[in-house]
């Protein structure tokens, strides 16, 4: 070969053989790169180039075994601002076990109280309401609702009446034309009645969520909203010719338990806030 090397002779090795073919089996057995899935790539990149390449594992939250007042109320009216995890929850990096989590004390509720027929839940604060039965059941106004404190359901306390509770304020503080369909008008009474409302317009409010109504003994169901009365009162007042075409002069009206007379021109002298849907009327006149 007048000198010339075999470049085989200098170049290839079986050992190199076997390395580089040993990597090739491992790519596709999916061996290469990978790492613990706890850990993550880490560098510092500097003028183009990287100084620093490692890897570190994720610190784990604090456990804290006891739940103070004021983590209890962020479990039950801030719980978004953590994070929420199956077995309780993580504020700010600390993690709270749904077993430490205590009972709400009827010390921190208040009662629902109504002023001037206008009863307001305010956010922030837990409530304490009582059945028929006499049984003791605690809401939050929490994000604009009415809810069982999440430390209790979070726990696997789920109780049916105080859903029921919440949900019968929540729905009057948005929409309440179809509450008769969920509840009956001795059970919409009975819940009106002791928080305070008294026959009349009144309103509820529920956070930031407010809708007028008028508490009626009539037909027309308990909770009225006020809207239909403006629209049946006016109705009754300035239509009379249609409302009263078949009555006399002198035809009496119960209108709430009171008398009223139907005058010459066929009117019907109603104050505003008579319970319009509570009326006997008389015999109609024969055609």
């Known amino acids: ?42 560098f510092i990149r500097r003028d183009n180039c990287v100084d620093k390449i490692g890897l ?5 939250s604090k ?15 801030a719980y978004l601002d953590g994070t929420e995890l199956p077995d309780g929850f993580i504020f700010e990096g600390v993690k709270y076990s749904k077993e430490d989590f205590p009972s709400i004390s009827l010390d921190k509720c208040e009662k629902a109280v109504t002023e001037n027929n206008a009863l307001v839940f305010q956010p922030g604060k837990y409530y304490q309401f009582t059945d028929e039965a006499g049984k003791t059941h605690i809401l939050t106004c929490t994000y604009g609702r009415l809810y ?34 969920n509840y009956s008008n001795e059970t919409v009474r009975r819940l009106l009645n002791d928080a305070g409302i008294t ?42 010719d249609t409302v009263f075409r078949d009555y006399e002069p002198g035809d009496v009206f119960l ?8 005058s010459e021109d066929k009117k019907l002298d109603l104050p505003y806030g008579a319970d319009i849907y509570d009326m006997k009327w008389p015999p109609q006149k024969r055609a």
């Not at 570190?56 to 784990?60: E, K, L, N, Q, W």
């Not at 308990?222 to 009365?229: H, L, S």
């Not at 209108?255 to 139907?262: A, E, M, P, W």
């Open 1 to 42: 070969m007048n000198g010339m090397v075999n470049w085989k002779n200098v170049n290839w090795n079986p050992m190199t053989a076997l390395s580089r073919k040993q990597r090739m089996i491992d790519i596709l057995l999916g061996k290469q790169n990978t790492v613990n899935k706890k850990q993550r790539d880490s």
């Open 56 to 60: 570190y594992t994720a610190p784990a």
């Open 63 to 77: 456990t804290a075994g006891k739940v103070s007042g004021e983590i209890l109320d962020k479990i039950n009216f």
């Open 148 to 181: 069982q404190p999440r430390s209790d359901t979070k726990r696997g306390i789920i109780d049916d009446t105080s859903f029921e509770i919440g949900q019968f304020w929540n729905k009057l503080s948005k929409n309440g034309t179809f509450i008769g369909l």
């Open 199 to 240: 026959e009349g317009f009144f309103s509820v409010q529920v956070g930031d969520n407010r809708q007028e109504y008028f508490y009626s003994n009539g037909n027309a169901g308990t909770a009225v909203p006020k809207e239909r009365y403006d629209n049946t009162y006016h109705f009754f007042m300035e239509d009379t």
């Open 255 to 262: 209108v709430g338990g009171k008398k009223y007379v139907l």
